[in-house]
């Protein structure tokens, strides 16, 4: 692969990117709070002697459901052999995003209501989604991230497809529980992998994934199947 400056718009800088918007949404990510790669506007590549290639990028950041834009600078590292990139980012302005009045708000709705909450097909195959279920699936983009971000490599590019369905959990601590089917799509290859992915989430402690497992490849799949 080329080193030096490159084409922001050319495939090995989107992909770095790429691995950049899934470390955001691992950090600073919430029902209210989802974050995508708007633009790359420069991107430099080099290659570190027994270690990777390191990129570094300048970007602007979306923030999804508020609409908003921030300038970002990234460092990504893609390892040799296997291995989740090392990403580094600079932007002050994402630490300052506050969407704690309605975290709270949606998680005392889940924590003292009387039943367990369950979704499935968010979206639908029309792309419909009811309105309260909306952040449930933001929920589950950035808990994709996660995975996303631990497969990243110079060869994929990843986005979540569809929740295929999730099930709050019962806990006696203060943190939120879900079991999550999450349906990815490799832009790459346009195969569409599967996971399961236990997690938890509070305003306070953020997302947090306990475990997460890769399901066999299913060629025939017509529809998200049920796993209950």
Known sequence: METGELNPNHYPVRRAANAVQHYINTQYGSPFKVFMVEKVHSGYAEDINNTGRKYQLEISVQEMLGNSTHKCSAEVLFPKGDGSPEVNVSCEELETLNTTKDDEAFYEKLKTSQNMLMAQYLPDSHGHIEPDMKPLRHLGIVASSF???????????????????????????????????????????????????????SPLEGVKVQQMEKMPHCHECKKTPNTD
């Not at 346009?190 to 236990?198: N, S």
């Open 147 to 201: 995975i996303m971000l631990k497969e990243s490599t110079e060869q994929t590019l990843y986005n979540m497809a569809q929740v295929g369905n999730v099930t709050q959990l019962a806990t006696e601590t203060d943190e939120l529980k879900f079991d999550y089917f999450i349906l990815l799509h490799d832009m790459v290859s346009q195969e569409i992998i599967r996971w399961k992915l236990q997690i938890s989430w």
